[in-house]
């Protein structure tokens, strides 16, 4: 679980499959965030969702939100290869600052 | 596109040397912060700085971290004497204040390597 382990740590799917990750978190949010890393690279901003939303989506991205779990998932439709990265949810601190989970290793076999 | 971009790419140093490494966050950008990841592990936040000040720090950012922005462009982290265990990636990030949305945009990082 995030703050906490996301889940799965690690996700193998066949290209044009879908890929669904989840995390969930302790404390209470403004807004929770997924990123992207590709192996050694830095991190890239996927998708905010905000507390009062339930449900997100941008391009083949959905995100969505359970506040009353605590919990998120990230589902990405028709995979490619090139979304074989590890994929991240932050949540926010007071000061702005990010915490992350040990995140999805997602790999996309062509 | 603007981007953040961090200097240098891959730095080595001897356990016991400073060593300061270098980000330019976007140009219209407030906020700034770095962040570490060691090798298989998740990413760590470090601090975050706010007009000129530190506005938060985590309990990794001790007394041998320090950062600074010495001109209205670079955001710099020094670690004044390496050790073994600050081998990691650095990141730095910087975000736009625009109320509580603060999508942070990342550098590519800078992968130190302390011997």
């Known amino acids: 679980s995030q703050q906490g382990e996301e889940d799965p740590q690690a996700l193998s799917i066949q290209e044009g499959e879908n890929a669904t990750m989840n995390c969930s978190y302790k404390?209470?949010?403004?807004?929770l965030q997924w990123y992207r890393q590709n192996s050694g690279r830095g991190l890239v901003h996927l998708i905010l969702?905000?507390?009062?939303?339930r449900e997100k989506h941008s391009g083949r991205l959905r995100v969505t939100l359970d506040t009353s779990k605590k919990s998120s998932s990230l589902l990405i439709t028709a995979s490619r290869a090139a979304d074989t990265a590890s994929y991240f949810c932050a949540t926010v601190g007071s000061a702005r600052q990010l915490t992350f989970g040990s995140g999805t290793q997602l790999t996309v076999l062509p | 596109e603007p981007e953040v971009t961090q200097t240098p790419s891959h730095q080595v140093t001897q356990m016991g040397q400073e060593v300061i490494l270098r980000c330019v966050p976007i140009s219209n950008h407030l906020y700034f912060y770095w962040y570490r990841q060691i090798l298989g592990q998740k990413v760590e936040f470090l601090v975050s700085f706010y007009n000129n000040e530190i506005s938060e720090k985590s309990e990794i950012f001790d007394d041998q971290f320090s950062v600074e922005r010495p001109d209205g462009s670079n955001f710099t982290l020094k670690i004044r004497s390496t050790k073994l265990e600050d081998s990691a990636m650095y990141f730095c990030?910087?975000?736009?204040?625009?109320?509580?949305?603060?999508?942070?945009?990342f550098g590519p990082g800078t992968r130190l390597t302390v011997l």
């Open positions: 404390t209470s949010i403004n807004n």
């Open positions: 990030a910087s975000s736009e204040t625009s109320g509580n949305r603060n999508e942070q945009f």
């Open positions: 969702i905000r507390s009062n939303e």
